[in-house]
């Protein structure tokens, strides 16, 4: 907890006595990520997956990674993928919402961030982007309704009140968006 550099010194220790093991692989990846080595770890996404291909959490990690790398086709297809061996989870629908939102589908958009708050009550971003998905869709009391739930976990939380501010904005309201702002 909080020691990169000892997490993978084991994680890599293991590995020697197992190399065969993908959870080992993928655990190895999420520490390399976090440690800003992204290269090292897609290639332990990749290890992971190339062993256990059903490996949905090493699939789902792999498709953020090819997100933050401009592959929005391939994450679009790993997470395809990882759906058929179970549910995704929060950061994973939270992404792939984003993706589908600026390709303008906005109802599978919209289930997908659902799904992000239903396993992430307070991710406070993904509640305010999912308001502002509702107001899109014409459903202005969801959006206000969302940006409270929002706020009512994180009172201090900026992403809600600058939903807010857009939708006053996007309704004529300027005042109101720049006082919120």
């Known amino acids: 907890v909080g020691a990169l550099a000892n997490a993978e010194i084991l994680f890599r220790e293991a590995l020697d006595k197992a190399p065969r093991n993908a959870i080992l692989h993928y655990d190895l990846g999420l520490v390399l990520e976090a440690a800003g080595r992204t290269r090292e770890a897609r290639g332990a996404y990749e290890a992971a997956l190339s062993l256990d291909?059903?490996?949905?959490?090493?699939?789902?990690?792999?498709?953020?990674?090819?997100?933050?790398?401009?592959?929005?086709?391939?994450?679009?297809?790993q997470w395809s993928i990882a759906e058929r061996e179970g549910a995704l989870g929060p950061a994973s629908l939270q992404?792939?919402?984003?993706?589908?939102?600026?390709?303008?589908?906005?109802?599978?958009?919209i289930e997908d961030y659902?799904?992000?708050?239903?396993?992430?009550?307070?991710?406070?971003?993904?509640?305010?982007?999912?308001?502002?998905?509702?107001?899109?869709?014409?459903?202005?009391?969801?959006?206000?309704?969302?940006?409270?739930?929002?706020?009512?976990?994180?009172?201090?939380?900026?992403p809600p009140r600058v939903a807010l501010?857009?939708?006053?904005?996007?309704?004529g309201r300027a005042d109101v968006a720049e006082r919120v702002y």
């Open 53 to 77: 291909p059903a490996f949905a959490p090493a699939r789902s990690a792999y498709a953020l990674r090819l997100l933050a790398e401009g592959d929005q086709e391939g994450a679009l297809e």
């Open 95 to 109: 992404a792939r919402g984003a993706v589908l939102a600026s390709r303008g589908r906005i109802d599978e958009a």
């Open 114 to 158: 659902r799904g992000a708050v239903r396993g992430d009550p307070g991710r406070a971003r993904a509640r305010a982007e999912l308001a502002l998905l509702y107001h899109r869709r014409g459903l202005r009391e969801r959006a206000l309704e969302e940006i409270d739930r929002a706020v009512s976990f994180d009172p201090r939380a900026c």
């Open 165 to 171: 501010a857009r939708i006053n904005a996007a309704e």
